[in-house]
């Protein structure tokens, strides 16, 4: 059932907000959340004791991956400070509290993934990529998957980090692309599970082949726009990441932070990020990804059960939020930077800049509160 309210449209129980600052808002209690118990939430999330990365992300990226043996360190994409930690909550599409600076834009990391597999989900919808279990090959025709090895990976290995692909990507060879600097040949692919931010960047090469447009202008017209998103986000490349598309120079964009660059967005538009994905890729009226492949996203990966599309985390068996129900779900990047997702609570948070191993007790909390 459809009924407008001020700002918004409110469908089956989400209200999904206009686009502008506009958003209607419910107070903890109208939300049937505990306001001492979600103060309790915000107030860990701001100890400085829980705190991720720190403010100088250029610097610090520079200095941890340049440490890495197989990692020269070279930042060859854009960086910036980051802000102070940051949380949006949402209960059924409406505001219930916002703290830090949610207007702010900031680098993402790896939440870029989301947006990357979300451009995939597109490309299929459109009938580029016809099925996700065909060969990349079969589709890009620039060398990067002409060997014997690459020739047998396909969408789907990529978009699950299961593909092993073997080559560089802008002068970052594939073993620089592991966080945990794990050395090895690689294997054959859909055989081993391993994150891997070159072999993401290749997927996003193979995309823009796919479309022939640049992929932010993609994601604008049909994901961005239509949620309402401000215009004040940016999907960073490399410096050295342009190719020649029909004539025109394009950048192909990074699928994360890891040498800078990637998705540069505010709290509030991650937050509509969110309540699409909890709302299984619908907004107010209009479908933004297909169901069947909001499905594939949130289908476990074998080889690792906690990770779907890029970078849709699971909670399977409730291995990475124990006190989560089943059904929740969070894009991931470093820093930490999460957009959770309870379809089952109508709950949606954004938190930023809280250490990864501190997030669940954000988490934990906020739970409480909504119980």
């Not at 090895?149 to 073993?175: A, C, F, P, V």
């Not at 994150?195 to 082949?209: E, F, P």
């Not at 447009?213 to 994601?219: D, G, I, K, N, S």
């Not at 989560?324 to 470093?334: I, L, N, R, T, V």
Request: with cysteine.
């Amino acid at each position: 059932m459809q009924r407008a309210t001020a700002n918004a449209t409110e469908i089956d129980g989400l209200s999904f907000p206009e686009a502008g600052d506009g958003w209607p808002s419910l107070s903890p209690e109208d939300a049937r959340i505990d306001a001492d118990g979600l103060a309790e939430a915000i107030a860990f999330s701001q100890d400085p004791a829980n705190a991720g990365y720190p403010p100088d992300l250029g610097e610090h990226l520079a200095a941890t991956h340049g440490a890495k043996r197989h990692d020269d360190g070279l930042i060859i994409g854009p960086t910036k400070t980051h802000g102070p930690v940051t949380g949006v909550v949402l209960r059924n599409g409406c505001l219930v509290a916002e703290w830090g600076d949610p207007h702010r834009v900031d680098m993402t990391f790896s939440v870029t993934k989301s947006f990357l597999s979300s451009v995939a989900g597109l490309a299929w919808q459109a009938g580029l990529i016809r099925d996700v279990h065909d060969r990349v090959a079969d589709y890009v025709d620039d060398g990067g998957f002409d060997s014997e090895h690459n020739r047998r990976i396909t969408w789907d290995m990529m978009l699950r980090q299961i593909n092993e692909w073997d080559g560089s990507m802008w002068g970052k060879h594939y073993s620089a692309g592991n966080p945990n600097d794990v050395i090895r040949l690689a294997t054959d692919p859909g055989t081993v599970y391993e994150y891997n931010d070159a072999r993401v960047n290749r997927l996003a090469l193979a995309l823009l082949r796919v479309w022939r447009r640049p992929l932010p202008e993609v994601l604008k017209e049909y994901v961005m726009d239509p949620i309402g998103a401000s215009d004040t986000w940016r999907w960073n490349g490399y410096r050295n990441s342009y190719v020649m598309i029909d004539g025109k120079r394009m950048q192909s964009v990074s699928g994360g932070g890891h040498w800078g660059g990637g998705m540069w967005i505010n709290a509030r538009d991650q937050a509509r990020f969110g309540l699409m994905s909890l709302a299984g890729g619908k907004w107010s009226n209009s479908t933004i990804l297909p169901d069947e492949w909001v499905k594939m996203a949130k289908t476990p990966t074998e080889l690792r059960p906690t990770y779907g599309f890029m970078n849709w985390m699971l909670n399977t068996d409730r291995a990475l939020m124990p006190n989560a129900p089943d059904d929740a779900f969070y894009h991931s990047g470093a820093g930490a930077n999460r957009v959770l997702a309870v379809p089952s609570l109508g709950l949606v948070a954004v938190l930023r800049w809280v250490g990864p191993d501190r997030c669940n007790g954000f988490v934990d909390r906020l739970l409480n509160a909504v119980r």
